[in-house]
């Protein structure tokens, strides 16, 4: 089964910072996260939570489609799946 994950489109968020002159740090205060949440967004080390989703799609006024990509990924085995296939 594979499972669908929410990454933001790095290309798109950084255009938006360059056009509307904001800086990384005033995205953060504006999020109400931290300067390194916000560089772990744009390097899609984390799925950012439902609610960090609402608030840049209000802040930046861009629809989902254009600033976050959803993607499909293996779901991860259960331990005792694992365990049955490696005793089989």
Do not use: Y
Not at 16 to 43: E, I, N
Not at 57 to 77: H, N
């Amino acid at each position: 089964m594979k499972v669908p994950t929410v990454t933001i489109r790095k290309e798109i968020l950084e255009a938006w910072l360059r056009v509307s002159g904001c800086s990384k740090a005033k995205l953060a205060r504006q999020l109400g996260v931290t300067k390194g949440r916000v560089s772990q967004l744009l390097h899609n080390d984390t799925e950012p939570s439902a609610h960090l989703i609402a608030k840049l799609l209000v802040l930046t006024d861009l629809p989902f489609e254009r600033l976050f990509e959803v993607r499909r990924i293996p779901a991860a085995r259960p331990a005792r799946a694992r365990m049955e296939a490696a005793a089989a």
